[in-house]
């Protein structure tokens, strides 16, 4: 998994960006993106404003639409978070966003590689790979 100060995890952060992200949608994933440096009304009051603008926070969603099974649920989950994981180590996903991936139901029948694919180009969509 990537590092604990990369998880989405505030409530006040998940508002803000289902409040004023916006979509990338593709055939089995969905991602909402919220760029920081644009909505610095809704910083924290308290720390440094410049760390804050420049973080990097991820969410993954696999819901019960996908599948009843945990098993499958959290198989899908395993594979969006290694690929990000791999993403974020070699520094191809620019900081300073919100980002919330939401899986579809055909998302179980899915390779690795196709779910790879996918990520990469629903970032390259977004704005957010810098590769």
């Not at 998880?7 to 508002?15: A, I, P, S, W």
């Amino acid at each position: 998994m990537y590092n604990k100060e990369n998880h989405l995890t505030k409530v006040r952060d998940f508002n803000l960006i289902l409040k004023h992200g916006y979509w990338v949608n593709n055939q089995f994933l969905s991602l909402k993106v919220l760029e920081l440096a644009k909505n610095e009304a809704y910083f924290p009051s308290t720390g440094d404003v410049d760390k804050f603008k420049k973080q990097l926070k991820l969410a993954v969603n696999i819901g019960l639409k996908v599948s009843k099974k945990a098993v499958v649920r959290n198989r899908a989950k395993r594979q969006v978070v290694e690929i990000l994981r791999e993403l974020m180590s070699r520094g191809a996903i620019q900081a300073g966003y919100y980002l919330f991936f939401v899986a579809k139901p055909n998302i179980k029948e899915k390779s690795f590689a196709e779910i790879s694919e996918e990520v990469k180009v629903l970032l390259k969509r977004a704005k957010v790979l810098s590769e």
